[in-house]
Nanobody
Framework: EVQLVESGGGLVQAGGSLRLSCAVLGFNLDNNAIAWFRQAPGKEREGVACISDHDGKTYYADSVKGRFTISSEKAKNTVHLQMNRLNPEDTAVYFC????????????????WGLGTQVTVSS
């Protein structure tokens, strides 16, 4: 059974940082992709960052480029999202997702999802 467990969310002031972690169980990171998505109240879920072992690259939404960094720690089968210079628009529930079928910031290739962790940025 595949399980993704997010951690690291919380309340932070604007300009601050948080580091999210996604522990991946029952799914090998090799040759697969892990992405972070977020969903704010009343908005659609959007892709934030992806790390793909298919091509060894990372992908970011324009809104987070230069502020967020996705990385994998294969020895622990864990993917991290370092979020710096946070602003209130980053407030959302953050989900990690896994795919063996593709990669990128769209919802389509991702078959496995965590339950999410809340990130709240105060102004």
């Amino acid at each position: 059974e595949v399980q993704l467990v997010e951690s690291g969310g919380g309340l932070v002031q604007a300009g601050g940082s948080l580091r999210l972690s996604c522990a991946v169980l029952g799914f090998n990171l090799d040759n697969n992709a892990i992405a972070w998505f977020r969903q704010a109240p009343g908005k659609e879920r959007e892709g934030v960052a992806c790390i793909s072992d298919h091509d060894g690259k990372t992908y970011y939404a324009d809104s987070v480029k230069g502020r967020f960094t996705i990385s994998s720690e294969k020895a622990k089968n864990t993917v991290h999202l370092q979020m710096n210079r946070l602003n209130p628009e980053d407030t959302a529930v953050y989900f990690c997702a896994a795919s063996s079928r593709g990669y990128g910031l769209g919802l389509y290739p991702y078959d496995y999802w965590g339950l999410g962790t809340q990130v709240t940025v105060s102004s």
